[in-house]
C-alpha cells in the first residue's frame, strides 16, 4: 500500500513540472560545437545568428544567447563592449537576456 502511494505522489509531481525547460534545453543544444549562436527573441525563437570569431569585441544582437565556443563570453548591454554585462560559460546559455544584447566579447 505504500509502494503504491508513493508512486502515485511522484506522478503528481512530475504532472506539475513545467515543459518548458526540457524545450529550452534543446533549443541550447541547436547551436553547434566551436560557434556562439543569438537569437533575435526570447526563449530561442526568432532569426537565428551563428558566430565562430577569435578572441575579441564583436557587435552582437539577440535576446537569446547560447555559448558553445569552448572558450567564456561576455555579453554586453551596449556597443563596443561596454555597460553592463555577465559571462556566459562555455556550454551554458541565456534563454532570455535581461535586455538586449549589443555586443559580445570572446575570452581566450
Known sequence: MRLRLFALAGVALAAT???????SATAATRCASGYVC??????????KHSYNKSNGCYPR????????TGKLITVYKDASCYGAHFDIKTGHYS?????????MAVWG
Open 17 to 23: 513540472l513545467p515543459l518548458t525547460t526540457a524545450q
Open 38 to 47: 543569438t537569437w533575435t527573441k526570447t526563449n530561442f525563437g526568432g532569426v
Open 61 to 68: 544582437s539577440g535576446r537569446s544567447v547560447s555559448n558553445q
Open 95 to 103: 534563454d532570455n537576456t535581461p535586455w538586449p544584447v549589443k555586443s
